[in-house]
């Protein structure tokens, strides 16, 4: 039986390292992408610092959608890309999926901020939650121990 991360009366979450995804819908594609030092690559929006993703646009790959989504919102370009799993969303009684790789950096190029990203940063994990606040979260401590185990760090 999952036991689900409950983010509000109508919205809970758990993670499935490894779902494979085939019809369900999924409305997001995030990276937990690392530096050379393990570090990890993180964007801020408005006041709220994240792991760097978004929606997929019409036509586009999962693998598009994340390169894409990565290049925008943090200017970098990835290599090595590792299919890590999904986030299962149940909210007011509908399930979809939020799907998470990781990647190591291949480029990073001068910031701009022509998208919806103020700053970019790379952090070391044992710092991250200076920067995430819920990295400590139930879904969220799993999903960066998958990426940690891809990358044995």
Same mark, same amino acid.
């Given at each position: 039986?999952?036991?689900?991360?409950?983010?509000?009366?109508?919205?809970?979450?758990?993670?499935?390292?490894?779902?494979?995804?085939?019809?369900?819908?999924?409305?997001?594609?995030?990276?937990?992408?690392?530096?050379?030092?393990? #570090?990890?690559? /993180?964007?801020?929006?408005?006041?709220?610092?994240?792991?760097?993703?978004?929606?997929? *646009?019409? @036509? $586009? =790959?999962?693998?598009?959608?994340?390169?894409?989504?990565?290049?925008? #919102?943090?200017? /970098?370009?990835?290599?090595?890309?590792?299919?890590?799993?999904?986030?299962?969303?149940? *909210?007011? @009684? $509908? =399930?979809?999926?939020?799907?998470?790789?990781?990647?190591?950096?291949?480029?990073?190029?001068?910031?701009?901020?022509?998208?919806?990203?103020?700053?970019?940063?790379?952090?070391?994990?044992?710092?991250?939650?200076?920067y995430i606040t819920w990295s400590n979260g139930i879904t969220?401590?799993?999903?960066?121990?998958?990426?940690?185990?891809?990358?044995?760090?």
């Open positions: 039986m999952k036991k689900y991360e409950e983010l509000s009366p109508d919205c809970k979450i758990w993670w499935d390292e490894g779902f494979i995804i085939t019809n369900e819908k999924y409305t997001q594609v995030s990276g937990y992408i690392f530096n050379e030092k393990n #570090e990890l690559l /993180v964007v801020k929006s408005g006041k709220t610092w994240t792991v760097p993703g978004g929606h997929p *646009e019409a @036509g $586009e =790959t999962q693998i598009q959608t994340l390169e894409r989504e990565i290049m925008e #919102e943090a200017c /970098v370009t990835i290599n090595n890309i590792k299919y890590l799993g999904a986030v299962e969303v149940v *909210e007011n @009684g $509908e =399930t979809y999926y939020q799907l998470r790789y990781t990647a190591k950096v291949d480029t990073v190029l001068p910031f701009k901020k022509e998208w919806e990203t103020s700053d970019r940063a790379f952090v070391s994990l044992e710092n991250l939650n200076d969220f401590s799993k999903q960066i121990e998958s990426a940690k185990k891809v990358w044995s760090i």
